[in-house]
């Protein structure tokens, strides 16, 4: 999507808004860590300049909003702007106020001034005239909550580790699963695992069953392989290669104790390690250039998707595909006749689109995205382009 400065949307506020303190990190850093980068602080100075016209906020835009705990980037952009995703421009829309657009907490007070016919955001207390005061003051809500987030992290957080695809199916070489303590079939949290494989020191693991091919539901191209994700194992105690007494080798298996457990583990399942966590910014953002792609899979078992809820997308970094990109979905359109012709001519209705998606995960040809919102169930083969 091309940029058009004199069609900015107020989605400044909500950059100026906060962008995205992920999981625990502190408060003093999140903001320090996350990078602007010159485009979105280009758009920015662009905005700042003039500020946006009255006709681009929402229909029932508020004149002042006070951040809440539990609020997200995400649920503010929706009260000022058409155009939530377009937060880098309304962080610009008061850049001398607004230095960080990753530190807005609850408590602060954002206000629109609207001066001139043109908007722009400011921070704190509107008084008489045109001008702002910015003092201290009783904070509606205490500021101990950090940085609000871009999206309900809590919606997102659960998939950061367990939704993963291989490029190959790599875990058919990955360590395994050999027996359980005491014969068991399954095993859950607490109980001990034998594994053999190599494990290179590492002491935490997820645990997988079998990987499946995700295709293209267009070419039917592999683009990856998903592996159900089980739940997470420890590296106990090292195995190793014994004399059996007869003079043969006895293999002893390495000793795992199972952490936490989403299904049930068993013999065979695989382990893959537990990567470092990733602090890097959810950035609400529109593609930077056109999209067209189709939805591969809903995550889980499920058919059908809704609110709330994670598909794959047979797109991803190869593709151009990025963290916090927004995403429109398109329902297609009925299959009908035209009845008011005598030839009864076959007609497709237009597409129509039906809902938001916001892309947290990225693989090389896969990626994964949150459904912010639909109003028809999703599936796989649904159409999605940039917003």
């Known amino acids: ?128 005239g045109d001008t702002v005061r910015l003092s201290p003051r009783v904070r509606s809500e205490p500021l101990d909550a950090g940085a609000i987030t871009a999206v309900p992290m809590h919606l997102i957080a659960p998939f950061l580790n367990e939704a993963v695809v291989f490029n190959t199916n790599e875990l058919d070489a990955a360590p395994r699963i050999v027996a359980a303590q005491e014969g068991r079939v399954l095993l859950g949290r607490g109980d001990t695992a034998y594994v053999r494989g190599e494990f290179g020191g590492l002491r935490d693991w997820r645990v997988f069953r079998e990987a499946t091919p995700l295709k293209d539901p267009i070419t039917q191209e592999i683009l990856g392989y998903e592996a159900q994700y089980l739940g997470t194992a420890e590296y106990r105690r090292a195995g190793e290669t014994v004399s059996n007494g007869e003079g043969k080798p006895q293999i002893v298996p390495a000793t795992f104790a199972i952490s936490t457990i989403r299904k049930e583990v068993g013999v065979g399942d695989r382990l893959a390690p537990v990567p470092p966590r990733d602090f890097t910014a959810y950035v609400p953002h529109a593609p930077a250039q056109a999209v067209d792609g189709r939805i591969v899979s809903v995550y889980g078992e499920a058919l059908i998707a809704g609110q709330n809820q994670i598909v794959a997308l047979n797109r991803g970094a190869k593709d151009g595909m990025e963290r916090g990109h927004v995403l429109a979905l398109w329902q297609a359109g009925a299959l009908t006749t035209d009845k008011t012709d005598p030839a009864r001519p076959a007609m497709r209705l237009p597409d129509e689109r039906h809902g938001l998606l916001f892309v947290f995960r990225v693989f090389d040809r896969v990626s994964y995205a949150l459904i912010l919102n639909v109003q028809h169930p999703v599936r796989a083969g649904d159409r999605f382009t940039q917003p």
């Not at 809440?68 to 952009?77: E, M, V, Y």
């Not at 990753?102 to 704190?124: E, N, S, T």
């Open 1 to 128: 999507m091309t940029r058009r400065p004199q069609r900015l949307r107020l989605s400044a506020l909500m950059a100026a808004a906060a962008v995205t303190a992920t999981f625990a990190v502190p408060a003093a850093a999140q903001g320090a860590n996350y990078p602007v980068t010159p485009q979105q602080r280009s758009t920015a100075q662009q905005v700042a300049q003039a500020g946006v016209a009255l006709s681009e906020l929402a229909p029932n835009a508020p004149d002042q909003y006070t951040v809440k705990r539990g609020d997200t980037l995400w649920d503010i952009s929706k009260l000022f702007l058409r155009s939530p995703w377009r937060w880098p421009e309304l962080w610009g829309m008061n850049l001398d106020q607004i230095r960080n657009p990753h530190l807005i907490y609850p408590g602060q007070m954002l206000f629109l001034d609207k001066a001139g016919g043109r908007a722009r955001l400011r921070v704190g207390q509107p008084v008489a």
